[in-house]
T-cell receptor, first 114, second 114 residues
Framework: ETGVTQSPTHLIKTRGQQVTLRCSSQSGHNTVSWYQQALGQGPQFIFQ???????GRGNFPPRFSGLQFPNYSSELNVNALELDDSALYLC?????????????FGNGTRLTVT | AQSVTQLDSHVSVSEGTPVLLRCNYSSSYSPSLFWYVQHPNKGLQLLLK??????LVKGINGFEAEFKKSETSFHLTKPSAHMSDAAEYFC????????????FGKGTKLSVIP
């Protein structure tokens, strides 16, 4: 069974640029969610995708957007990067949207904005 | 709305002694509760979950947690700490009623002294 994989592992961008992060969900999982983990904090929910549709969003501005593809892989796009966007971005997958389904996390992408 | 409070930001124990990581939660619905562990530069691994079945939940690596509704607590314990347990631990709540969003506590860093 292949776990959740994220790419790249590290990324450095300049303020104002745009970035795309990628996630391959665990085999058999059709739901993907994204979390932002600032240094020293717990992860915060950005949004979730189920069957290629966004079906939940946390308190993040519209410049954070995403996609889910037919193979259930996903992208997180961030436009107009700000210094505070520097964080570890975690992707998690699960099977279905039941609140009992545990999330399986990838190792994350460390984004640094200078 | 739901929230999670991890009562200790840092816990230090000697190898072979018991571990107690404390967590209190609030939720408008009957929640699902989870504990996740994060090793340095790694993603999050599920330790255990509570989903309204038995109140004493056993997880991986000898960890267990007890759900106490009257105290709104979900403390994590382990009888005997091992060096490999040193990591960051997150208490997580997911409200019922079809909600998908995980709310994380700020984390407790566990140090194990040889």
């Amino acid at each position: 069974e292949t776990g959740v994989t994220q790419s790249p592992t590290h990324l450095i961008k300049t303020r104002g640029q745009q970035v795309t992060l990628r996630c391959s969900s665990q085999s058999g999982h059709n739901t993907v969610s994204w979390y932002q983990q600032a240094l020293g904090q717990g992860p915060q929910f950005i949004f979730q995708y189920y069957r290629e549709e966004e079906n939940g969003r946390g308190n993040f501005p519209p410049r954070f957007s995403g996609l889910q593809f037919p193979n259930y892989s996903s992208e997180l796009n961030v436009n107009a990067l700000e210094l505070d966007d520097s964080a570890l971005y975690l992707c998690a997958s699960s099977s279905g949207v039941s609140y009992n389904s545990p999330l399986h996390f990838g190792n994350g992408t460390r984004l640094t904005v200078t | 709305a739901q929230s999670v409070t991890q009562l200790d930001s840092h816990v230090s124990v000697s190898e072979g002694t018991p571990v107690l990581l404390r967590c209190n939660y609030s939720s408008s619905y009957s929640p699902s509760l989870f504990w996740y562990v994060q090793h340095p530069n790694k993603g999050l691994q599920l330790l255990l979950k509570y989903t309204s079945a038995a109140t004493l939940v056993k997880g991986i690596n000898g960890f267990e947690a007890e759900f106490k509704k009257s105290e709104t607590s979900f403390h994590l314990t382990k009888p005997s700490a091992h060096m490999s347990d040193a990591a960051e631990y997150f208490c997580v709540v997911r409200p019922g009623a079809g909600s998908y969003q995980l709310t994380f506590g700020k984390g407790t860093k566990l140090s194990v002294i040889p």
